[in-house]
């Protein structure tokens, strides 16, 4: 077992890191478990594009968790049932630099819900700053 798999005394419950090529699973997950938050619900007003749009939201944040944290990714008999992204202290907000490098990733986002990407964009600035 790696050094970053915790296994909880039933074997069927399993928290391992994620890995990159699971952040899209990961942020159907989250988009889930975010769907009826009401802070996302001023920015995605319809709920299929919501779900979509948070989808992607979530995904790029879990690559950039990947790439400059760590993102826990709960297993139930081996189905991805629960996601967490952590940031080391003064990795949160990220630097410019490093939302240059993930700004390509929105793009699908933009295009999802053009007149709502504005209001995801005041949404982040303004959960930067309270961070």
Not at 10 to 16: F, G, K, L, M, S
Not at 39 to 47: E, M
Not at 77 to 82: F, H, I, K, T
Not at 85 to 104: E, H, K, M, N, Y
């Amino acid at each position: 077992m790696a050094a970053s798999e915790r296994v909880t005394t039933d074997d069927e419950i399993v928290v391992r890191d994620l890995k990159r090529d699971d952040c899209r699973a990961a942020g159907e997950v989250l988009a889930r478990s975010h769907r009826e938050d009401p802070a996302f619900g001023t920015v995605y007003r319809d709920p299929v594009v919501r779900l979509r749009a948070l989808t992607l939201v979530f995904e790029q944040w879990c690559l950039d968790g990947v790439e400059h944290g760590r993102v826990d990714a709960l297993r139930v008999c081996d189905r991805l049932a629960g996601v967490a992204v952590w940031f080391p202290p003064d990795s949160f907000p990220p630097t410019i630099g490093r939302q240059l490098r993930f700004a390509p990733g929105y793009l699908p986002v933009a295009r999802v819900a053009p007149r709502s990407f504005p209001r995801l964009l005041r949404y982040g600035a303004r959960a930067a700053r309270l961070h």
